[in-house]
């Protein structure tokens, strides 16, 4: 069962009462005026695959209670079916605080968790790299499972949006291909875990807009299936991983890192991996260039020079009656100084 009820402006709490929809599959609550903090009694919906519920005004931390929503067999009588666990987390542009619980790693199932623009302190878990789901490369195109046919429509599927670099993409036929993290716009610090990047199904990674440091993993290379890098405005430094495919990323991807450097926010680098700075060689041989022009231009500027005067007084009377008179005047001006400073 899927309930959307995104985009309708309800105000106030989760009410308690959706904590009897045990078959549901599927809650959008996306940009409303949803306030407080997530209730408990979602945790008796063992059966969320997709929970959307960016752009509220919901509080508090992470529920660590979501942690067990993650894939289990249920049986009853004459019956048997698997919950395939929480797919999609989207927390997106809330007030939640706090540092990320360690109990979202028990999430085996997660696909896509994004919980950008929040107030999110503290450091990136590494056992991030539990995401299962991430690791797996897709390669099909079929529609994102809703549990059981049993209880579900097997022609339903499943939508999510997504904010990639600040635009909207709605994803439904081709939700099983995207798998990605966005932890943007939040105060998260510390290094950026080279266990995540062993998640090489990742199509996007947004890490932008935090107080990040020290260098980016090299191995970040190896996600060859990402087309989406955001690491810009935190405080990475050293060299950007040279020869992988992230050189592809427009330099906007790694700005406001002023002690980052290489490709592609420069336009080269040296064996070392930093920028190249001017070769002494070359110094030398520029200022060898700009001094001979120097003397090769000193005659040939006394020559325009000398003709620019001489030719006007040789062939104009006015001219040389005027300069004859400057001289005179200015023998006059001397004599008179020198009287005046007896």
Known sequence: MRLNLGNNNPKGHIPSSMGSLIWLGSLHLRNNHLSGDIPLLLKNCPNIV?????????????????????GK??????????????????????????????ELCHLDALQILDLG?????????????????????????SPFPLHNDLYFDP???????????????????????????????????????VEITGLHGFIFLNLSNNHLQGEIPVKIGALTTL??????????????????????????????????????????S???????????????????IDMKWFY??????????FWAILVPLAFKRTCRHAYFLFLDEMKYYKLLGWFLNM
């Open 73 to 102: 067999l249920i049986q009853t009588p004459g019956e048997e079916y698997e919950v395939l666990g929480l797919m999609v987390l989207v927390l997106h542009s809330n007030k939640f605080n706090g540092s990320i619980p360690l």
């Open 155 to 193: 022609e339903s599927t499943n939508i999510a949006t997504l904010v990639m670099k600040g635009v909207e993409y709605e994803y439904e036929k081709t939700l099983g291909l995207v798998a990605g993290l966005d932890l943007s716009s939040n105060e998260l610090s510390g290094g950026i875990p």
């Open 270 to 288: 040296g064996e070392d991996g930093k920028p190249k700075g001017p070769d002494k060689h070359d110094e030398e041989d520029n200022g060898w």
């Open 117 to 141: 623009n929040n107030n999110l302190s503290g450091t990136i878990p590494r056992c991030f790299s539990n995401f299962s789901h991430m690791v797996r490369q897709s390669n099909s195109g």
């Open 227 to 268: 087309e989406s890098l955001d690491l810009s405005m935190n405080r990475l430094s050293g060299s950007i991983p040279q020869g992988t495919q992230i050189q592809s990323f427009s330099p906007l991807s790694f700005i406001g890192n002023p002690k980052l450097y290489g490709v592609p926010l420069t336009g080269g």
């Open 296 to 305: 090769l231009g000193i005659p040939w500027g006394f020559m325009v020079g």
């Open 50 to 70: 997709v929970l959307d519920l960016s752009e509220n005004a919901f509080t508090g931390n992470i529920p660590a209670w979501m942690g067990p929503f993650n």
